[in-house]
């Protein structure tokens, strides 16, 4: 079972913004950890869109960005675009579980 | 470039075992934590095992300990998951994740995959 919780869904219209959000608990990103983010096309393996809480690996676009405050932890896509159509996850370590642990998932569709 | 390549998956009966390996090149294979993660059809990721880069640290997720086995041998550049008394619902593809190095907890490079399908 997953300990994060995503919403199962966002869209949004080409050039729009939208959000995904990313809530756990205070053994996970409560208590310190960072949060990563995965984009994983159909069909595709994931890959590293955004590391500690919102820094980018490089050839990430500057229209990602992430952010953590607390509990929660947020993706931000700017600037919405076709190729964007993928899931996403995000992903902390847990204390409690001695683990990785991964979000829901979130599958962003582009109107 | 960082290339990890998953080998080793097939189909097993219910309660038979199989063995993944990963071999990783273009980095410092020894200098790197690596994790096993699973996805079921149709599924989220779920993280399966972690080793360290030494291998003298290791964790597994509650539902494959003591029933799964991660190693690595830094020789061979390569990583293993010996899976045992496997279950239908374990039916997924498995990938190998190096870490992230300095930024601890990631999984900052992944394989394309192996798929292990569990059925009689």
């Known amino acids: 079972q997953s300990v994060l919780t995503q919403p199962p869904s966002v869209s949004g219209a080409p050039g729009q913004r939208v959000t995904i959000s990313c809530t756990g608990s205070?053994?996970?990103?409560?208590?310190?950890?960072?949060v990563h983010w995965y984009q994983q096309p159909p069909g595709t393996a994931p890959k590293l869109l955004i590391y500690?809480?919102?820094n980018r690996p490089s050839g990430v676009p500057d229209r990602f960005s992430g952010s953590k405050s607390g509990t929660s932890a947020s993706l931000a896509i700017t600037g919405l675009q076709a190729e964007d159509e993928a899931d996403y996850y995000c992903?902390?370590?847990?204390?409690?579980?001695?683990?990785?642990?991964f979000g829901t998932g979130t599958t962003v569709t582009v109107l | 470039e960082v290339q990890l390549v998953e080998s080793g998956g097939g189909l097993v009966q219910p309660g038979g075992s199989l063995r993944l390996s990963c071999e990783g090149s273009g980095f410092t294979f020894s200098s790197y934590e690596m994790n096993w993660v699973r996805q079921a059809p149709g599924k989220g990721l779920e993280w399966v095992s972690y080793i360290s880069n030494s291998g003298s640290t290791i964790y597994y997720a509650d539902s494959v300990k003591g029933r799964f086995t991660i190693s690595r041998d830094n020789a061979k550049n390569s990583l293993y998951l010996q899976m045992n008394s496997l279950r239908a619902d374990e039916t997924a593809i498995y990938y190998c994740?190096?870490?992230?190095?300095?930024?601890?907890?990631?999984?900052?490079?992944w394989g394309q995959g192996t798929l292990v399908t569990v059925s009689s």
């Open positions: 205070s053994s996970n990103l409560g208590a310190g950890y960072g």
């Open positions: 992903q902390s370590y847990d204390s409690s579980l001695s683990g990785y642990v």
């Open positions: 500690g809480n919102g």
């Open positions: 994740a190096r870490g992230g190095g300095a930024e601890p907890r990631l999984l900052a490079h």
